[in-house]
């Protein structure tokens, strides 16, 4: 069972916008931020979002991160089909870094 | 361009040991924390072990304190774990990630290796 908590997945259509919640606690989220991963089958994870709101150079401005007390949120907008994906969030947690379980996005 | 590559990955018996490296180019490895992060078959992500940027901090996950060590080398540029009394439990897919930090405990990952698979098995 993972600290921080996804949903194990996630749907959508070309052009939609999607939402992925990642429920922590004080000690991880409510004290540190987020990052999100994206992860491709038999591919590594490649960093999403760091800051719980930055973008990494490259990465598209459809995807984009918040944060709230503590929960983490990632939304796509103009929902793509290569954007099929695992896609996993994490923080730092007492000198221990949490990841969530993942959600697997589909796009239909 | 930064690239990590990760070696030592292979079938080894309950009890046993191996020894994994990450080999780090294209970007100033002294400067940055580095870490392990495992990925059973099918599962989510795990953090292992991660180590700062002149190894004067490093932490571990519960799951391997004790049995595994986490190490750099600031001349070879490379990363290493240590593994040892290795059980079912640890057979994964070995990452090695570049942190954005120069600290372990904090900063996120913003590159990977493709990663090394440890099989546990009589």
């Known amino acids: 069972q993972s600290v921080l908590t996804q949903p194990p997945s996630v749907s959508g259509t070309p052009g939609q916008r999607v939402t992925i919640s990642c429920s922590g606690s004080a000690s991880n989220i409510g004290n540190n931020d987020v990052s999100w991963y994206q992860q491709f089958p038999g591919k590594a994870p490649k960093l999403l979002i760091y800051k719980s709101h930055e973008r990494p150079s490259g990465v598209p401005d459809r995807f984009s991160g918040s944060k709230s007390g503590t929960s983490g949120s990632l939304a796509i907008s103009g929902l793509r089909s290569e954007d099929e994906a695992d896609y996993y969030c994490?923080?730092?947690?007492?000198?221990?870094?949490?990841f969530g379980g993942g959600t697997q996005l589909t796009v239909l | 361009e930064v690239q990590l590559e990760e070696s030592g990955g292979g079938l080894v018996q309950p009890g046993g040991s191996l020894r994994l490296s990450c080999a780090a180019s294209g970007f100033d490895f002294n400067d940055f924390a580095m870490h392990w992060v495992r990925q059973r078959p099918g599962k989510g992500l795990e953090w292992v072990s991660g180590?700062?940027?002149?190894?004067?901090?490093?932490g571990y996950a519960d799951s391997v304190k004790g049995r595994f060590t986490i190490s750099r080398d600031r001349v070879r540029k490379s990363l290493y774990l240590q593994m040892n009394n290795l059980r079912h439990e640890d057979m994964a897919l070995y990452y090695c990630?570049?942190?954005?930090?120069?600290?372990?405990?904090?900063?996120?990952?913003?590159?990977w290796g493709q990663g090394t698979m440890v099989t546990v098995s009589s």
């Open positions: 180590v700062s940027w002149n190894s004067g901090g490093l």
């Open positions: 994490a923080a730092w947690d007492d000198n221990v870094q949490v």
């Open positions: 990630a570049k942190s954005d930090s120069s600290a372990w405990s904090r900063g996120s990952f913003d590159m």
